[in-house]
């Protein structure tokens, strides 16, 4: 399995707070992801990077930002967490074909 | 008509059956396609790719269908592992980003 760990695993906010995920890899490749699941939705692209400082949006960015300041850390931050932001939240290595991290599964109430 | 576009099932097929899904995509321009199995409340993992007519792995088989812009998965002999959501993904072409369908849910059953 590639080497993609996320943190945290499970985490409960409240609206209004800010919360960071971090997606961390070991596979030195220089194509990360985010991604939310939700419901009827499938997979969604929040943000992407293709390189150290290089990011770019996906199709449902809004409210949503990303950090890349070394290869193997990518960060997803909600600057001011809502109750539509609860999902589960997926990174992914990979340009061609992609392999995921397990997840992480935030509520915010 | 949605850029990616599966059945969502569930397919409820006994053990020993062969089972098939498609997926439609709407960009005639993509070149790859893959399939994803997801086992509930896990993550998506990589289970094939199609970058020309086909490809086979054991009792997996994926076609492609660019006349009609359709792939298919092709589940001979199922297995009650093979109880999962498979993802169908299409590349945006020109770009390293990706369309996920929504999934098709498959029930092998005793």
């Known amino acids: 399995d590639a080497g993609i760990t996320q943190s945290p695993r499970h985490k409960v906010t409240e609206t209004g707070t800010p919360v960071t995920l971090r997606c961390h890899q070991t596979?030195?490749?220089?194509?990360m992801y985010w991604y939310r699941q939700d419901p009827g939705h499938g997979l969604r692209l929040i943000h992407y990077?293709?390189?150290?400082?290089?990011?770019d949006k996906g199709e449902v960015s809004d409210g949503y930002s990303v950090s890349r300041s070394k290869t193997e850390d990518f960060l997803l931050t909600l600057e001011s967490a809502t109750s539509s932001q609860t999902s589960v939240y997926f990174c992914?290595?990979?340009?061609?074909?992609?392999?995921f991290g397990p997840g992480t599964r935030l509520t915010v109430t | 008509r949605k850029e990616v576009e599966q059945d969502p099932g569930p397919f409820n097929v006994p053990e020993g059956a062969t089972v098939a899904f498609n997926c439609t995509y709407s960009?005639?321009?993509?070149?790859?396609f893959f399939w994803y199995r997801q086992d509930c409340r896990k993550e998506p993992k990589l289970l094939m790719s199609?970058?020309?007519s086909g490809n086979e792995d054991g009792r997996f088989t994926a076609q492609l269908n660019r006349a009609s812009q359709y792939i298919s998965l092709l589940i001979r002999d199922s297995k009650l592992s093979d109880s999962a959501t498979y993802l169908c993904?299409?590349?945006?072409?020109?770009?390293?980003?990706?369309?996920f369908g929504t999934g098709t849910r498959l029930k092998v059953l005793a």
């Open positions: 960009n005639s321009a993509s070149q790859s």
């Open positions: 990077s293709y390189g150290v400082k290089d990011t």
């Open positions: 993904v299409v590349p945006i072409s020109g770009t390293y980003k990706y369309i």
């Open positions: 199609v970058y020309s």
């Open positions: 992914a290595i990979g340009t061609y074909e992609q392999y």
């Open positions: 596979e030195n490749h220089r194509y």
